[in-house]
């Protein structure tokens, strides 16, 4: 299935397409997939992002955590993954 990071600030929208087998995998991805082919600017790091899948769908939403510099679940949780 396909799915895409996506940056918002404003008006600015930036995307990352990625594949996924199902909604669980792309949300672990996501870090990955961030720390491998964002880059380091500002729509990045001060907008919201958030993993999408093909239909639309908004499977997880995240903020830039400044302390460890990657994206983190948006209520702040730096360990998502379990």
């Not at 082919?37 to 990045?44: I, K």
């Not at 093909?54 to 949780?77: L, M, P, Q, W, Y």
Request: glycine share 4%; proline share 1%.
């Amino acid at each position: 299935m396909k799915y895409s990071l996506r940056a918002v600030k404003g008006n600015q929208l930036a995307r990352i397409h990625f594949d996924a087998d199902d909604d669980r995998e792309a949300r672990n991805m996501c870090r990955e997939v961030y720390d491998n082919f964002a880059p380091s600017s500002e729509l990045w790091t001060a907008g919201k992002v958030v993993a999408v899948a093909e239909d639309g769908k908004i499977i997880h939403t995240f903020a830039h955590c400044d302390s460890c510099n990657r994206i983190v679940c948006e209520e702040g949780c730096c360990d998502y993954d379990n």
